[in-house]
């Protein structure tokens, strides 16, 4: 049984077939069970990267990072929600220039398996849904509900259209793409979507591309996310035994190349929860068992980056956890892009397997500890405004059963009450909602502009709180701790750094990219507080990260 086990999953490649010089091709060889690339057997050895969580100036060098490491492919996720924010409008400029970070891989030798969605993971914020899709009525979202299939197929009608001339088989450097993402972890097993996907990848891609599927080590997650003509793979972490694995995606596709397509370096942190690693060991040991058996594998994640701004998103499995700024995911580059220990011992393996590009890997980034800068008081949030059913003479409960608020009793932000909210027997209705704008509103100086000038003390309820970092004569990358401070959002120089909770952690500090600062201009920075400012009113800039430290449950 053990030697047929093994016949079974050897993925191995031998079999040369004649091309002509100048054609490009990548395929499934599924009578000896591998990809061919130009005719020739290929093994993609595959980090994650994400440039939607990386700022622009810092591609080129991640990538590069991840050449050097042996890599000769990257899996990249498009996020709808980061491209078209309002229906219609599509944003490919600047830190969303999805076409500039193609052709940057592709300049530095990177092949791409695209994760275009619609839906790509739940640690981004709405799983890179546009919130936008909630206002219509009763939707059912990854479903072949008329409304969601309407906005998706605008939406991968555009998208694919651009992608189209990046397919390797055009002259690009896109090999293979995914649809839809891990579908078979979602509730509604709706295979009439999934073919109505397909029929759109096809129709706008052609017929020539591989598209696959990737789901969970389960049964159940390979059944309901797979579909006929759609390549089925896998993803699986350390604590999964590679062969039972592997006979699990042989049951969807008993021929083809062995693939997983997200094997975890480590993994994300929650709120309050410890901060999460894999052991480097581990990793190692299992990656070169895996390409030892001709698999493909893809590295998730090679850098995992931060969540800016509003993005960090949740899961929910017995309880709703959300994810912090951070999505260091204790991978081979760390968050700012640092190589480390683990990246150095899958160089290790890959140079078993493949010849690695000769030369030093490039060094971290320079960090620099810019110290306290001492904020003072303004004001700020978002308003939800209804009218109570009835006078309330008397103490009266007010619930919100079933986790209808998403955030805090406070505030909501990023959508809006999902559920009741009950006044004694009365469910309240009829809110008025007023988005306030705080991105613009940093972004554009106003607050700086409303500044008293008087040192007013710092207490409690949402207050936005300004100072300015001096001209710091270099803008290296930096890490802003607030010690003291309990939960809320931190701006330099109008880009929304994230969310902090130091309280709850385990994320104590916010990593600043050099190209946020001015070197050679006084540096704004605001920090709206939810809950309560410390009186010291300070925050200090380090040259390193904490991200380890869980503090008091709340």
Known sequence: MKSQITFVLLSLCLLPEFVLADSRSFSIDYKNNCFRK???PFQYISGSIHYSRIPREYWKDRLLKMYMTGLNAIQVYVPWNFHETVQGVYNFA??????????????????????????????????????????????????????????????????????KRWLYQNGGNIISVQVENEYGSYFACDYNYMRHLYTLFRLFLGEDVILFTTDGNTDKEMICGTLEGLYATIDFGTDTNITAAFIRQRKVEPKGPLVNSEFYTGWLDH??????????????????????????????????????GYWNGADHDTRFRSVVTSYDYDAPLSEAGDPTDKL???RDVIK?????????????????????????KYYGFMLYRTTLPRNVPEPTPLISPLNG????????????????????????????????????????????????????????????????????GLAWDTFVKL?????????????????????????????????????????????????????????????????NNTGQKT
Request: glycine content about 10%; aromatic content about 10%.
């Open 483 to 547: 010690n003291g401070w309990t939960k809320g959002q931190v701006w330099v120089n109008g880009v929304n750094l994230g969310r902090y909770w130091p309280q709850r952690g385990p994320q104590q500090t916010l990593y600043v990219p050099g190209p946020f600062l001015n070197a050679t201009l006084p540096n704004n920075i605001t920090v709206l507080e939810l809950e309560r400012a410390p009186s010291h009113r300070r925050i200090l800039f380090m040259d390193r990260p904490q991200l």
């Open 344 to 346: 150095l011992a899958i």
């Open 271 to 308: 709120w309050g929860d410890k901060h999460a690693s894999v052991d480097t060991v581990k990793v190692s040991k299992m990656l070169g068992e895996m390409l030892s058996m001709g698999a493909s594998v893809n590295m998730y994640m090679f850098e995992g980056g931060t969540n800016f």
């Open 352 to 376: 078993n397997f493949r010849d690695i590009p000769v030369g030093p890997m490039p060094p971290a980034t320079p960090k620099f500890a810019y110290g306290f800068v001492t904020l003072q």
């Open 94 to 163: 600047g830190d969303r220039d999805l076409e500039y970070f193609l052709n940057l891989a592709n300049q530095t030798g990177l092949l791409v398996i695209l994760r275009p969605g619609p839906y790509i993971c739940a640690e981004w914020e709405m799983g890179g849904l546009p919130a936008w899709l909630l206002q219509k009525p009763n939707i059912i979202l990854r479903s072949a509900d008329t409304e969601y299939l309407k906005a998706a197929s605008d939406w991968l009608a555009m998208l694919l259209t651009k992608m």
């Open 38 to 40: 130009d005719g020739e």
């Open 405 to 472: 608020i998403h955030d805090r009793a406070y505030v909501s932000v990023n959508g809006g009450l999902l559920g009741n909210l009950i006044l004694g027997n009365d469910v309240l209705t009829d809110w008025s909602i007023y988005p306030l704008d705080i991105d613009t509103a940093v972004a554009n100086g106003w607050l700086q502009a409303a500044h008293s000038g008087s040192a007013m003390e710092a207490g409690d309820g949402p207050t936005i709180y300004s100072g300015t970092l001096k001209p710091p």
